[in-house]
DNA sequence: CTGATCTTTGAGTGTCCATTCTAATTTGAG
DNA sequence: CTCAAATTAGAATGGACACTCAAAGATCAG
C-alpha cells in the first residue's frame, strides 16, 4: 500500500463501512456492500485489508476515540465534557451513530468490543470524576458515583437521540447540568 | 398444535431462543441453535412456527411488555415506576438484556422493531410525566421535558449495568430519585 | 381399537456470505 | 523507458444460513 491509487482505494473502502455501519449495523455491513459502495472488487478489497473484521474494527475503534477528543485537561470542567458529548453526537451524527451501533450492540454480544468498550467507558468515568472533584469537591466516592450517574445518563441520551429524532438532545443535556 | 407435545416444543423453542438472545443477541440466534438448544430438529421448528423471525417477534413482544408490567395506575409514584423498572433488570435479567439488545439492535437497524420500540419509550415517556404531574405539579411542558430525561437516564442505567457487572443500579437509581 | 390429525425426523434446497486465486493492468523509482 | 512491485478484476470456493418436504411416528377423540 505504497502507491497512491492503494492509499485513495482504502480511504473509500473505509467510507463506505462507516456509512454502511451508522446505517444499517453489522448485519448490512457486508463485503459486497462495501465495494458496490466503494465502486471496487472484492479482490481489491482484500489486497488492502486482510478481513472484513479488520475494516470494522478500524472504523470501531475510529468512532469510540472520537467521543472523547483531546487528550485530558487538567482545567476541563464537567459542563466542558458534557458540551463536547453533546457536540460530537450533533455534529458528526455518522460516526455517533457507528459508536452506539456497534460498541453497544457488538459491546453486548462480543467479547472483544465489549471489553474495549468498558476501558473506554471507564477512562471517561475517570475524567468526568476529576472535574467533579476540581469543581464541586466533595469526596472520591461520591465523585465517581456522580459521574458514573453522568457518562450513563449521557448515554442514554444520545440513544435516545438516534432513535428519535425529536429529542432535543441540547436542551436536555444543558438541563441535565443544571441539577 | 393442539396436541400436548407440540404445545411442550413451542415452549421449549421459546425458552430457547430467550437464552440464545440474552446470550449472543441476534446474531447468534440462529435456527439451528435454537434447535439444538430445544433439542429437536428443524422440521418440527417450521411445524410450529412460521419463520425464524416470528418467534424472535414473539420473544420481543414479550420482553417489551415486560419493561412496564400492570397497566398505568392512577395512584403510581415516580418512585414506584423507577423501582418497578430496577426490579425488572435486576430480577429478569435474561428478558431484559433481550429487550436492551434487540431496543437497541434491531431498533436502530429494523425499521418495525424501530417503530414499535418508539411507541413503546412514548407511553413510558406519558406514565412517567403523569406521575410527575400529580407529585409535583408544573406544566405540562416541563413534566415531559422531565419524563423523557428519567426515561433516557434509566435506559443508559441499564445499559450500563448489563455492559458492566460492577455498576450499582439500585443505588444509582435511588441517588436519582433525591435530586 | 381405529384412523384422522398432529408431530417429528433428517436429508436436501437455494441463497448469501467471507474469502481466495490467477491473470491482467497500472504505478512510479531509477 | 523499464521492470519490479502494487493494484485490480472477477470468477470460483466452501461454509453457514433459513427454510422445505416426504415419510415415519405419536396422539387422542369417538
Known amino acids: 500500500m505504497t502507491y497512491r491509487a492503494g ?11 462507516r456509512s454502511l455501519l451508522a446505517e444499517g449495523g453489522l448485519e ?5 456492500a462495501i465495494c458496490n459502495m ?3 472488487r472484492p479482490g481489491s478489497f482484500y489486497n488492502l485489508f486482510p478481513s472484513k473484521e479488520e475494516v470494522v474494527l478500524t472504523v470501531v475503534r475510529e468512532a469510540i476515540s472520537a467521543v472523547d477528543p483531546g487528550g485530558p485537561d487538567s482545567s476541563e470542567t464537567v459542563a466542558d465534557l458534557v458540551q463536547a458529548y ?5 455534529s458528526e451524527p455518522v460516526i455517533a451513530r457507528v459508536y452506539l451501533i456497534v460498541a453497544v450492540t457488538g459491546g453486548l ?7 474495549r468498550l468498558l476501558r473506554h467507558h471507564q477512562s471517561r468515568v475517570e475524567r468526568f470524576r476529576r472535574a467533579i472533584l476540581r469543581e464541586t469537591g466533595g469526596s472520591t ?14 448515554t442514554g441520551f444520545a440513544m435516545h437521540a438516534v432513535l428519535n429524532p425529536d429529542f432535543d438532545l441540547p436542551k ?6 443544571e441539577d
Not at 492509499?7 to 463501512?17: E, G, K
Not at 453533546?86 to 450533533?90: D, G
Not at 436536555?172 to 447540568?177: C, G, K, V
Open 7 to 17: 492509499i485513495a482505494t482504502r480511504a473509500r473502502i473505509l467510507r463506505a463501512t
Open 28 to 32: 448490512a455491513t457486508t463485503v459486497k
Open 38 to 40: 466503494a465502486d471496487i
Open 86 to 90: 453533546v457536540r460530537f453526537v450533533t
Open 109 to 115: 454480544t462480543d467479547r472483544n468490543i465489549g471489553k
Open 141 to 154: 466516592r461520591r465523585a465517581e458515583e456522580k459521574a458514573e450517574l453522568l457518562v450513563a445518563t449521557l
Open 172 to 177: 436536555q443535556a444543558e438541563r441535565l447540568l
